[in-house]
């Protein structure tokens, strides 16, 4: 997908397994990027986080 929407001419920023700085820094970047003319499409697939050691049986949490 990345790959075709800048086939388009359309900014792509990626992350994968991102930290909450990372994210931070990239909305930051967003911003100092857009123009009042601007459209944005902010998509993120991290929707749960799993307990900090990974313990077996451990579930997905949602985040809030």
Do not use: C, Y
Not at 10 to 32: Q, Y
């Amino acid at each position: 997908m990345t790959a075709a929407l800048r086939r388009d001419g359309i900014d792509v920023d990626m992350m994968e397994d991102a930290s909450k700085d990372d994210m931070r820094h990239a909305i930051d970047r967003l911003r100092s990027n857009i123009g009042l003319e601007s459209i944005v499409i902010l998509f993120s697939a991290a929707m749960a986080f799993r307990p900090a050691a990974r313990e077996p049986g451990s579930q997905w949490m949602p985040q809030i």
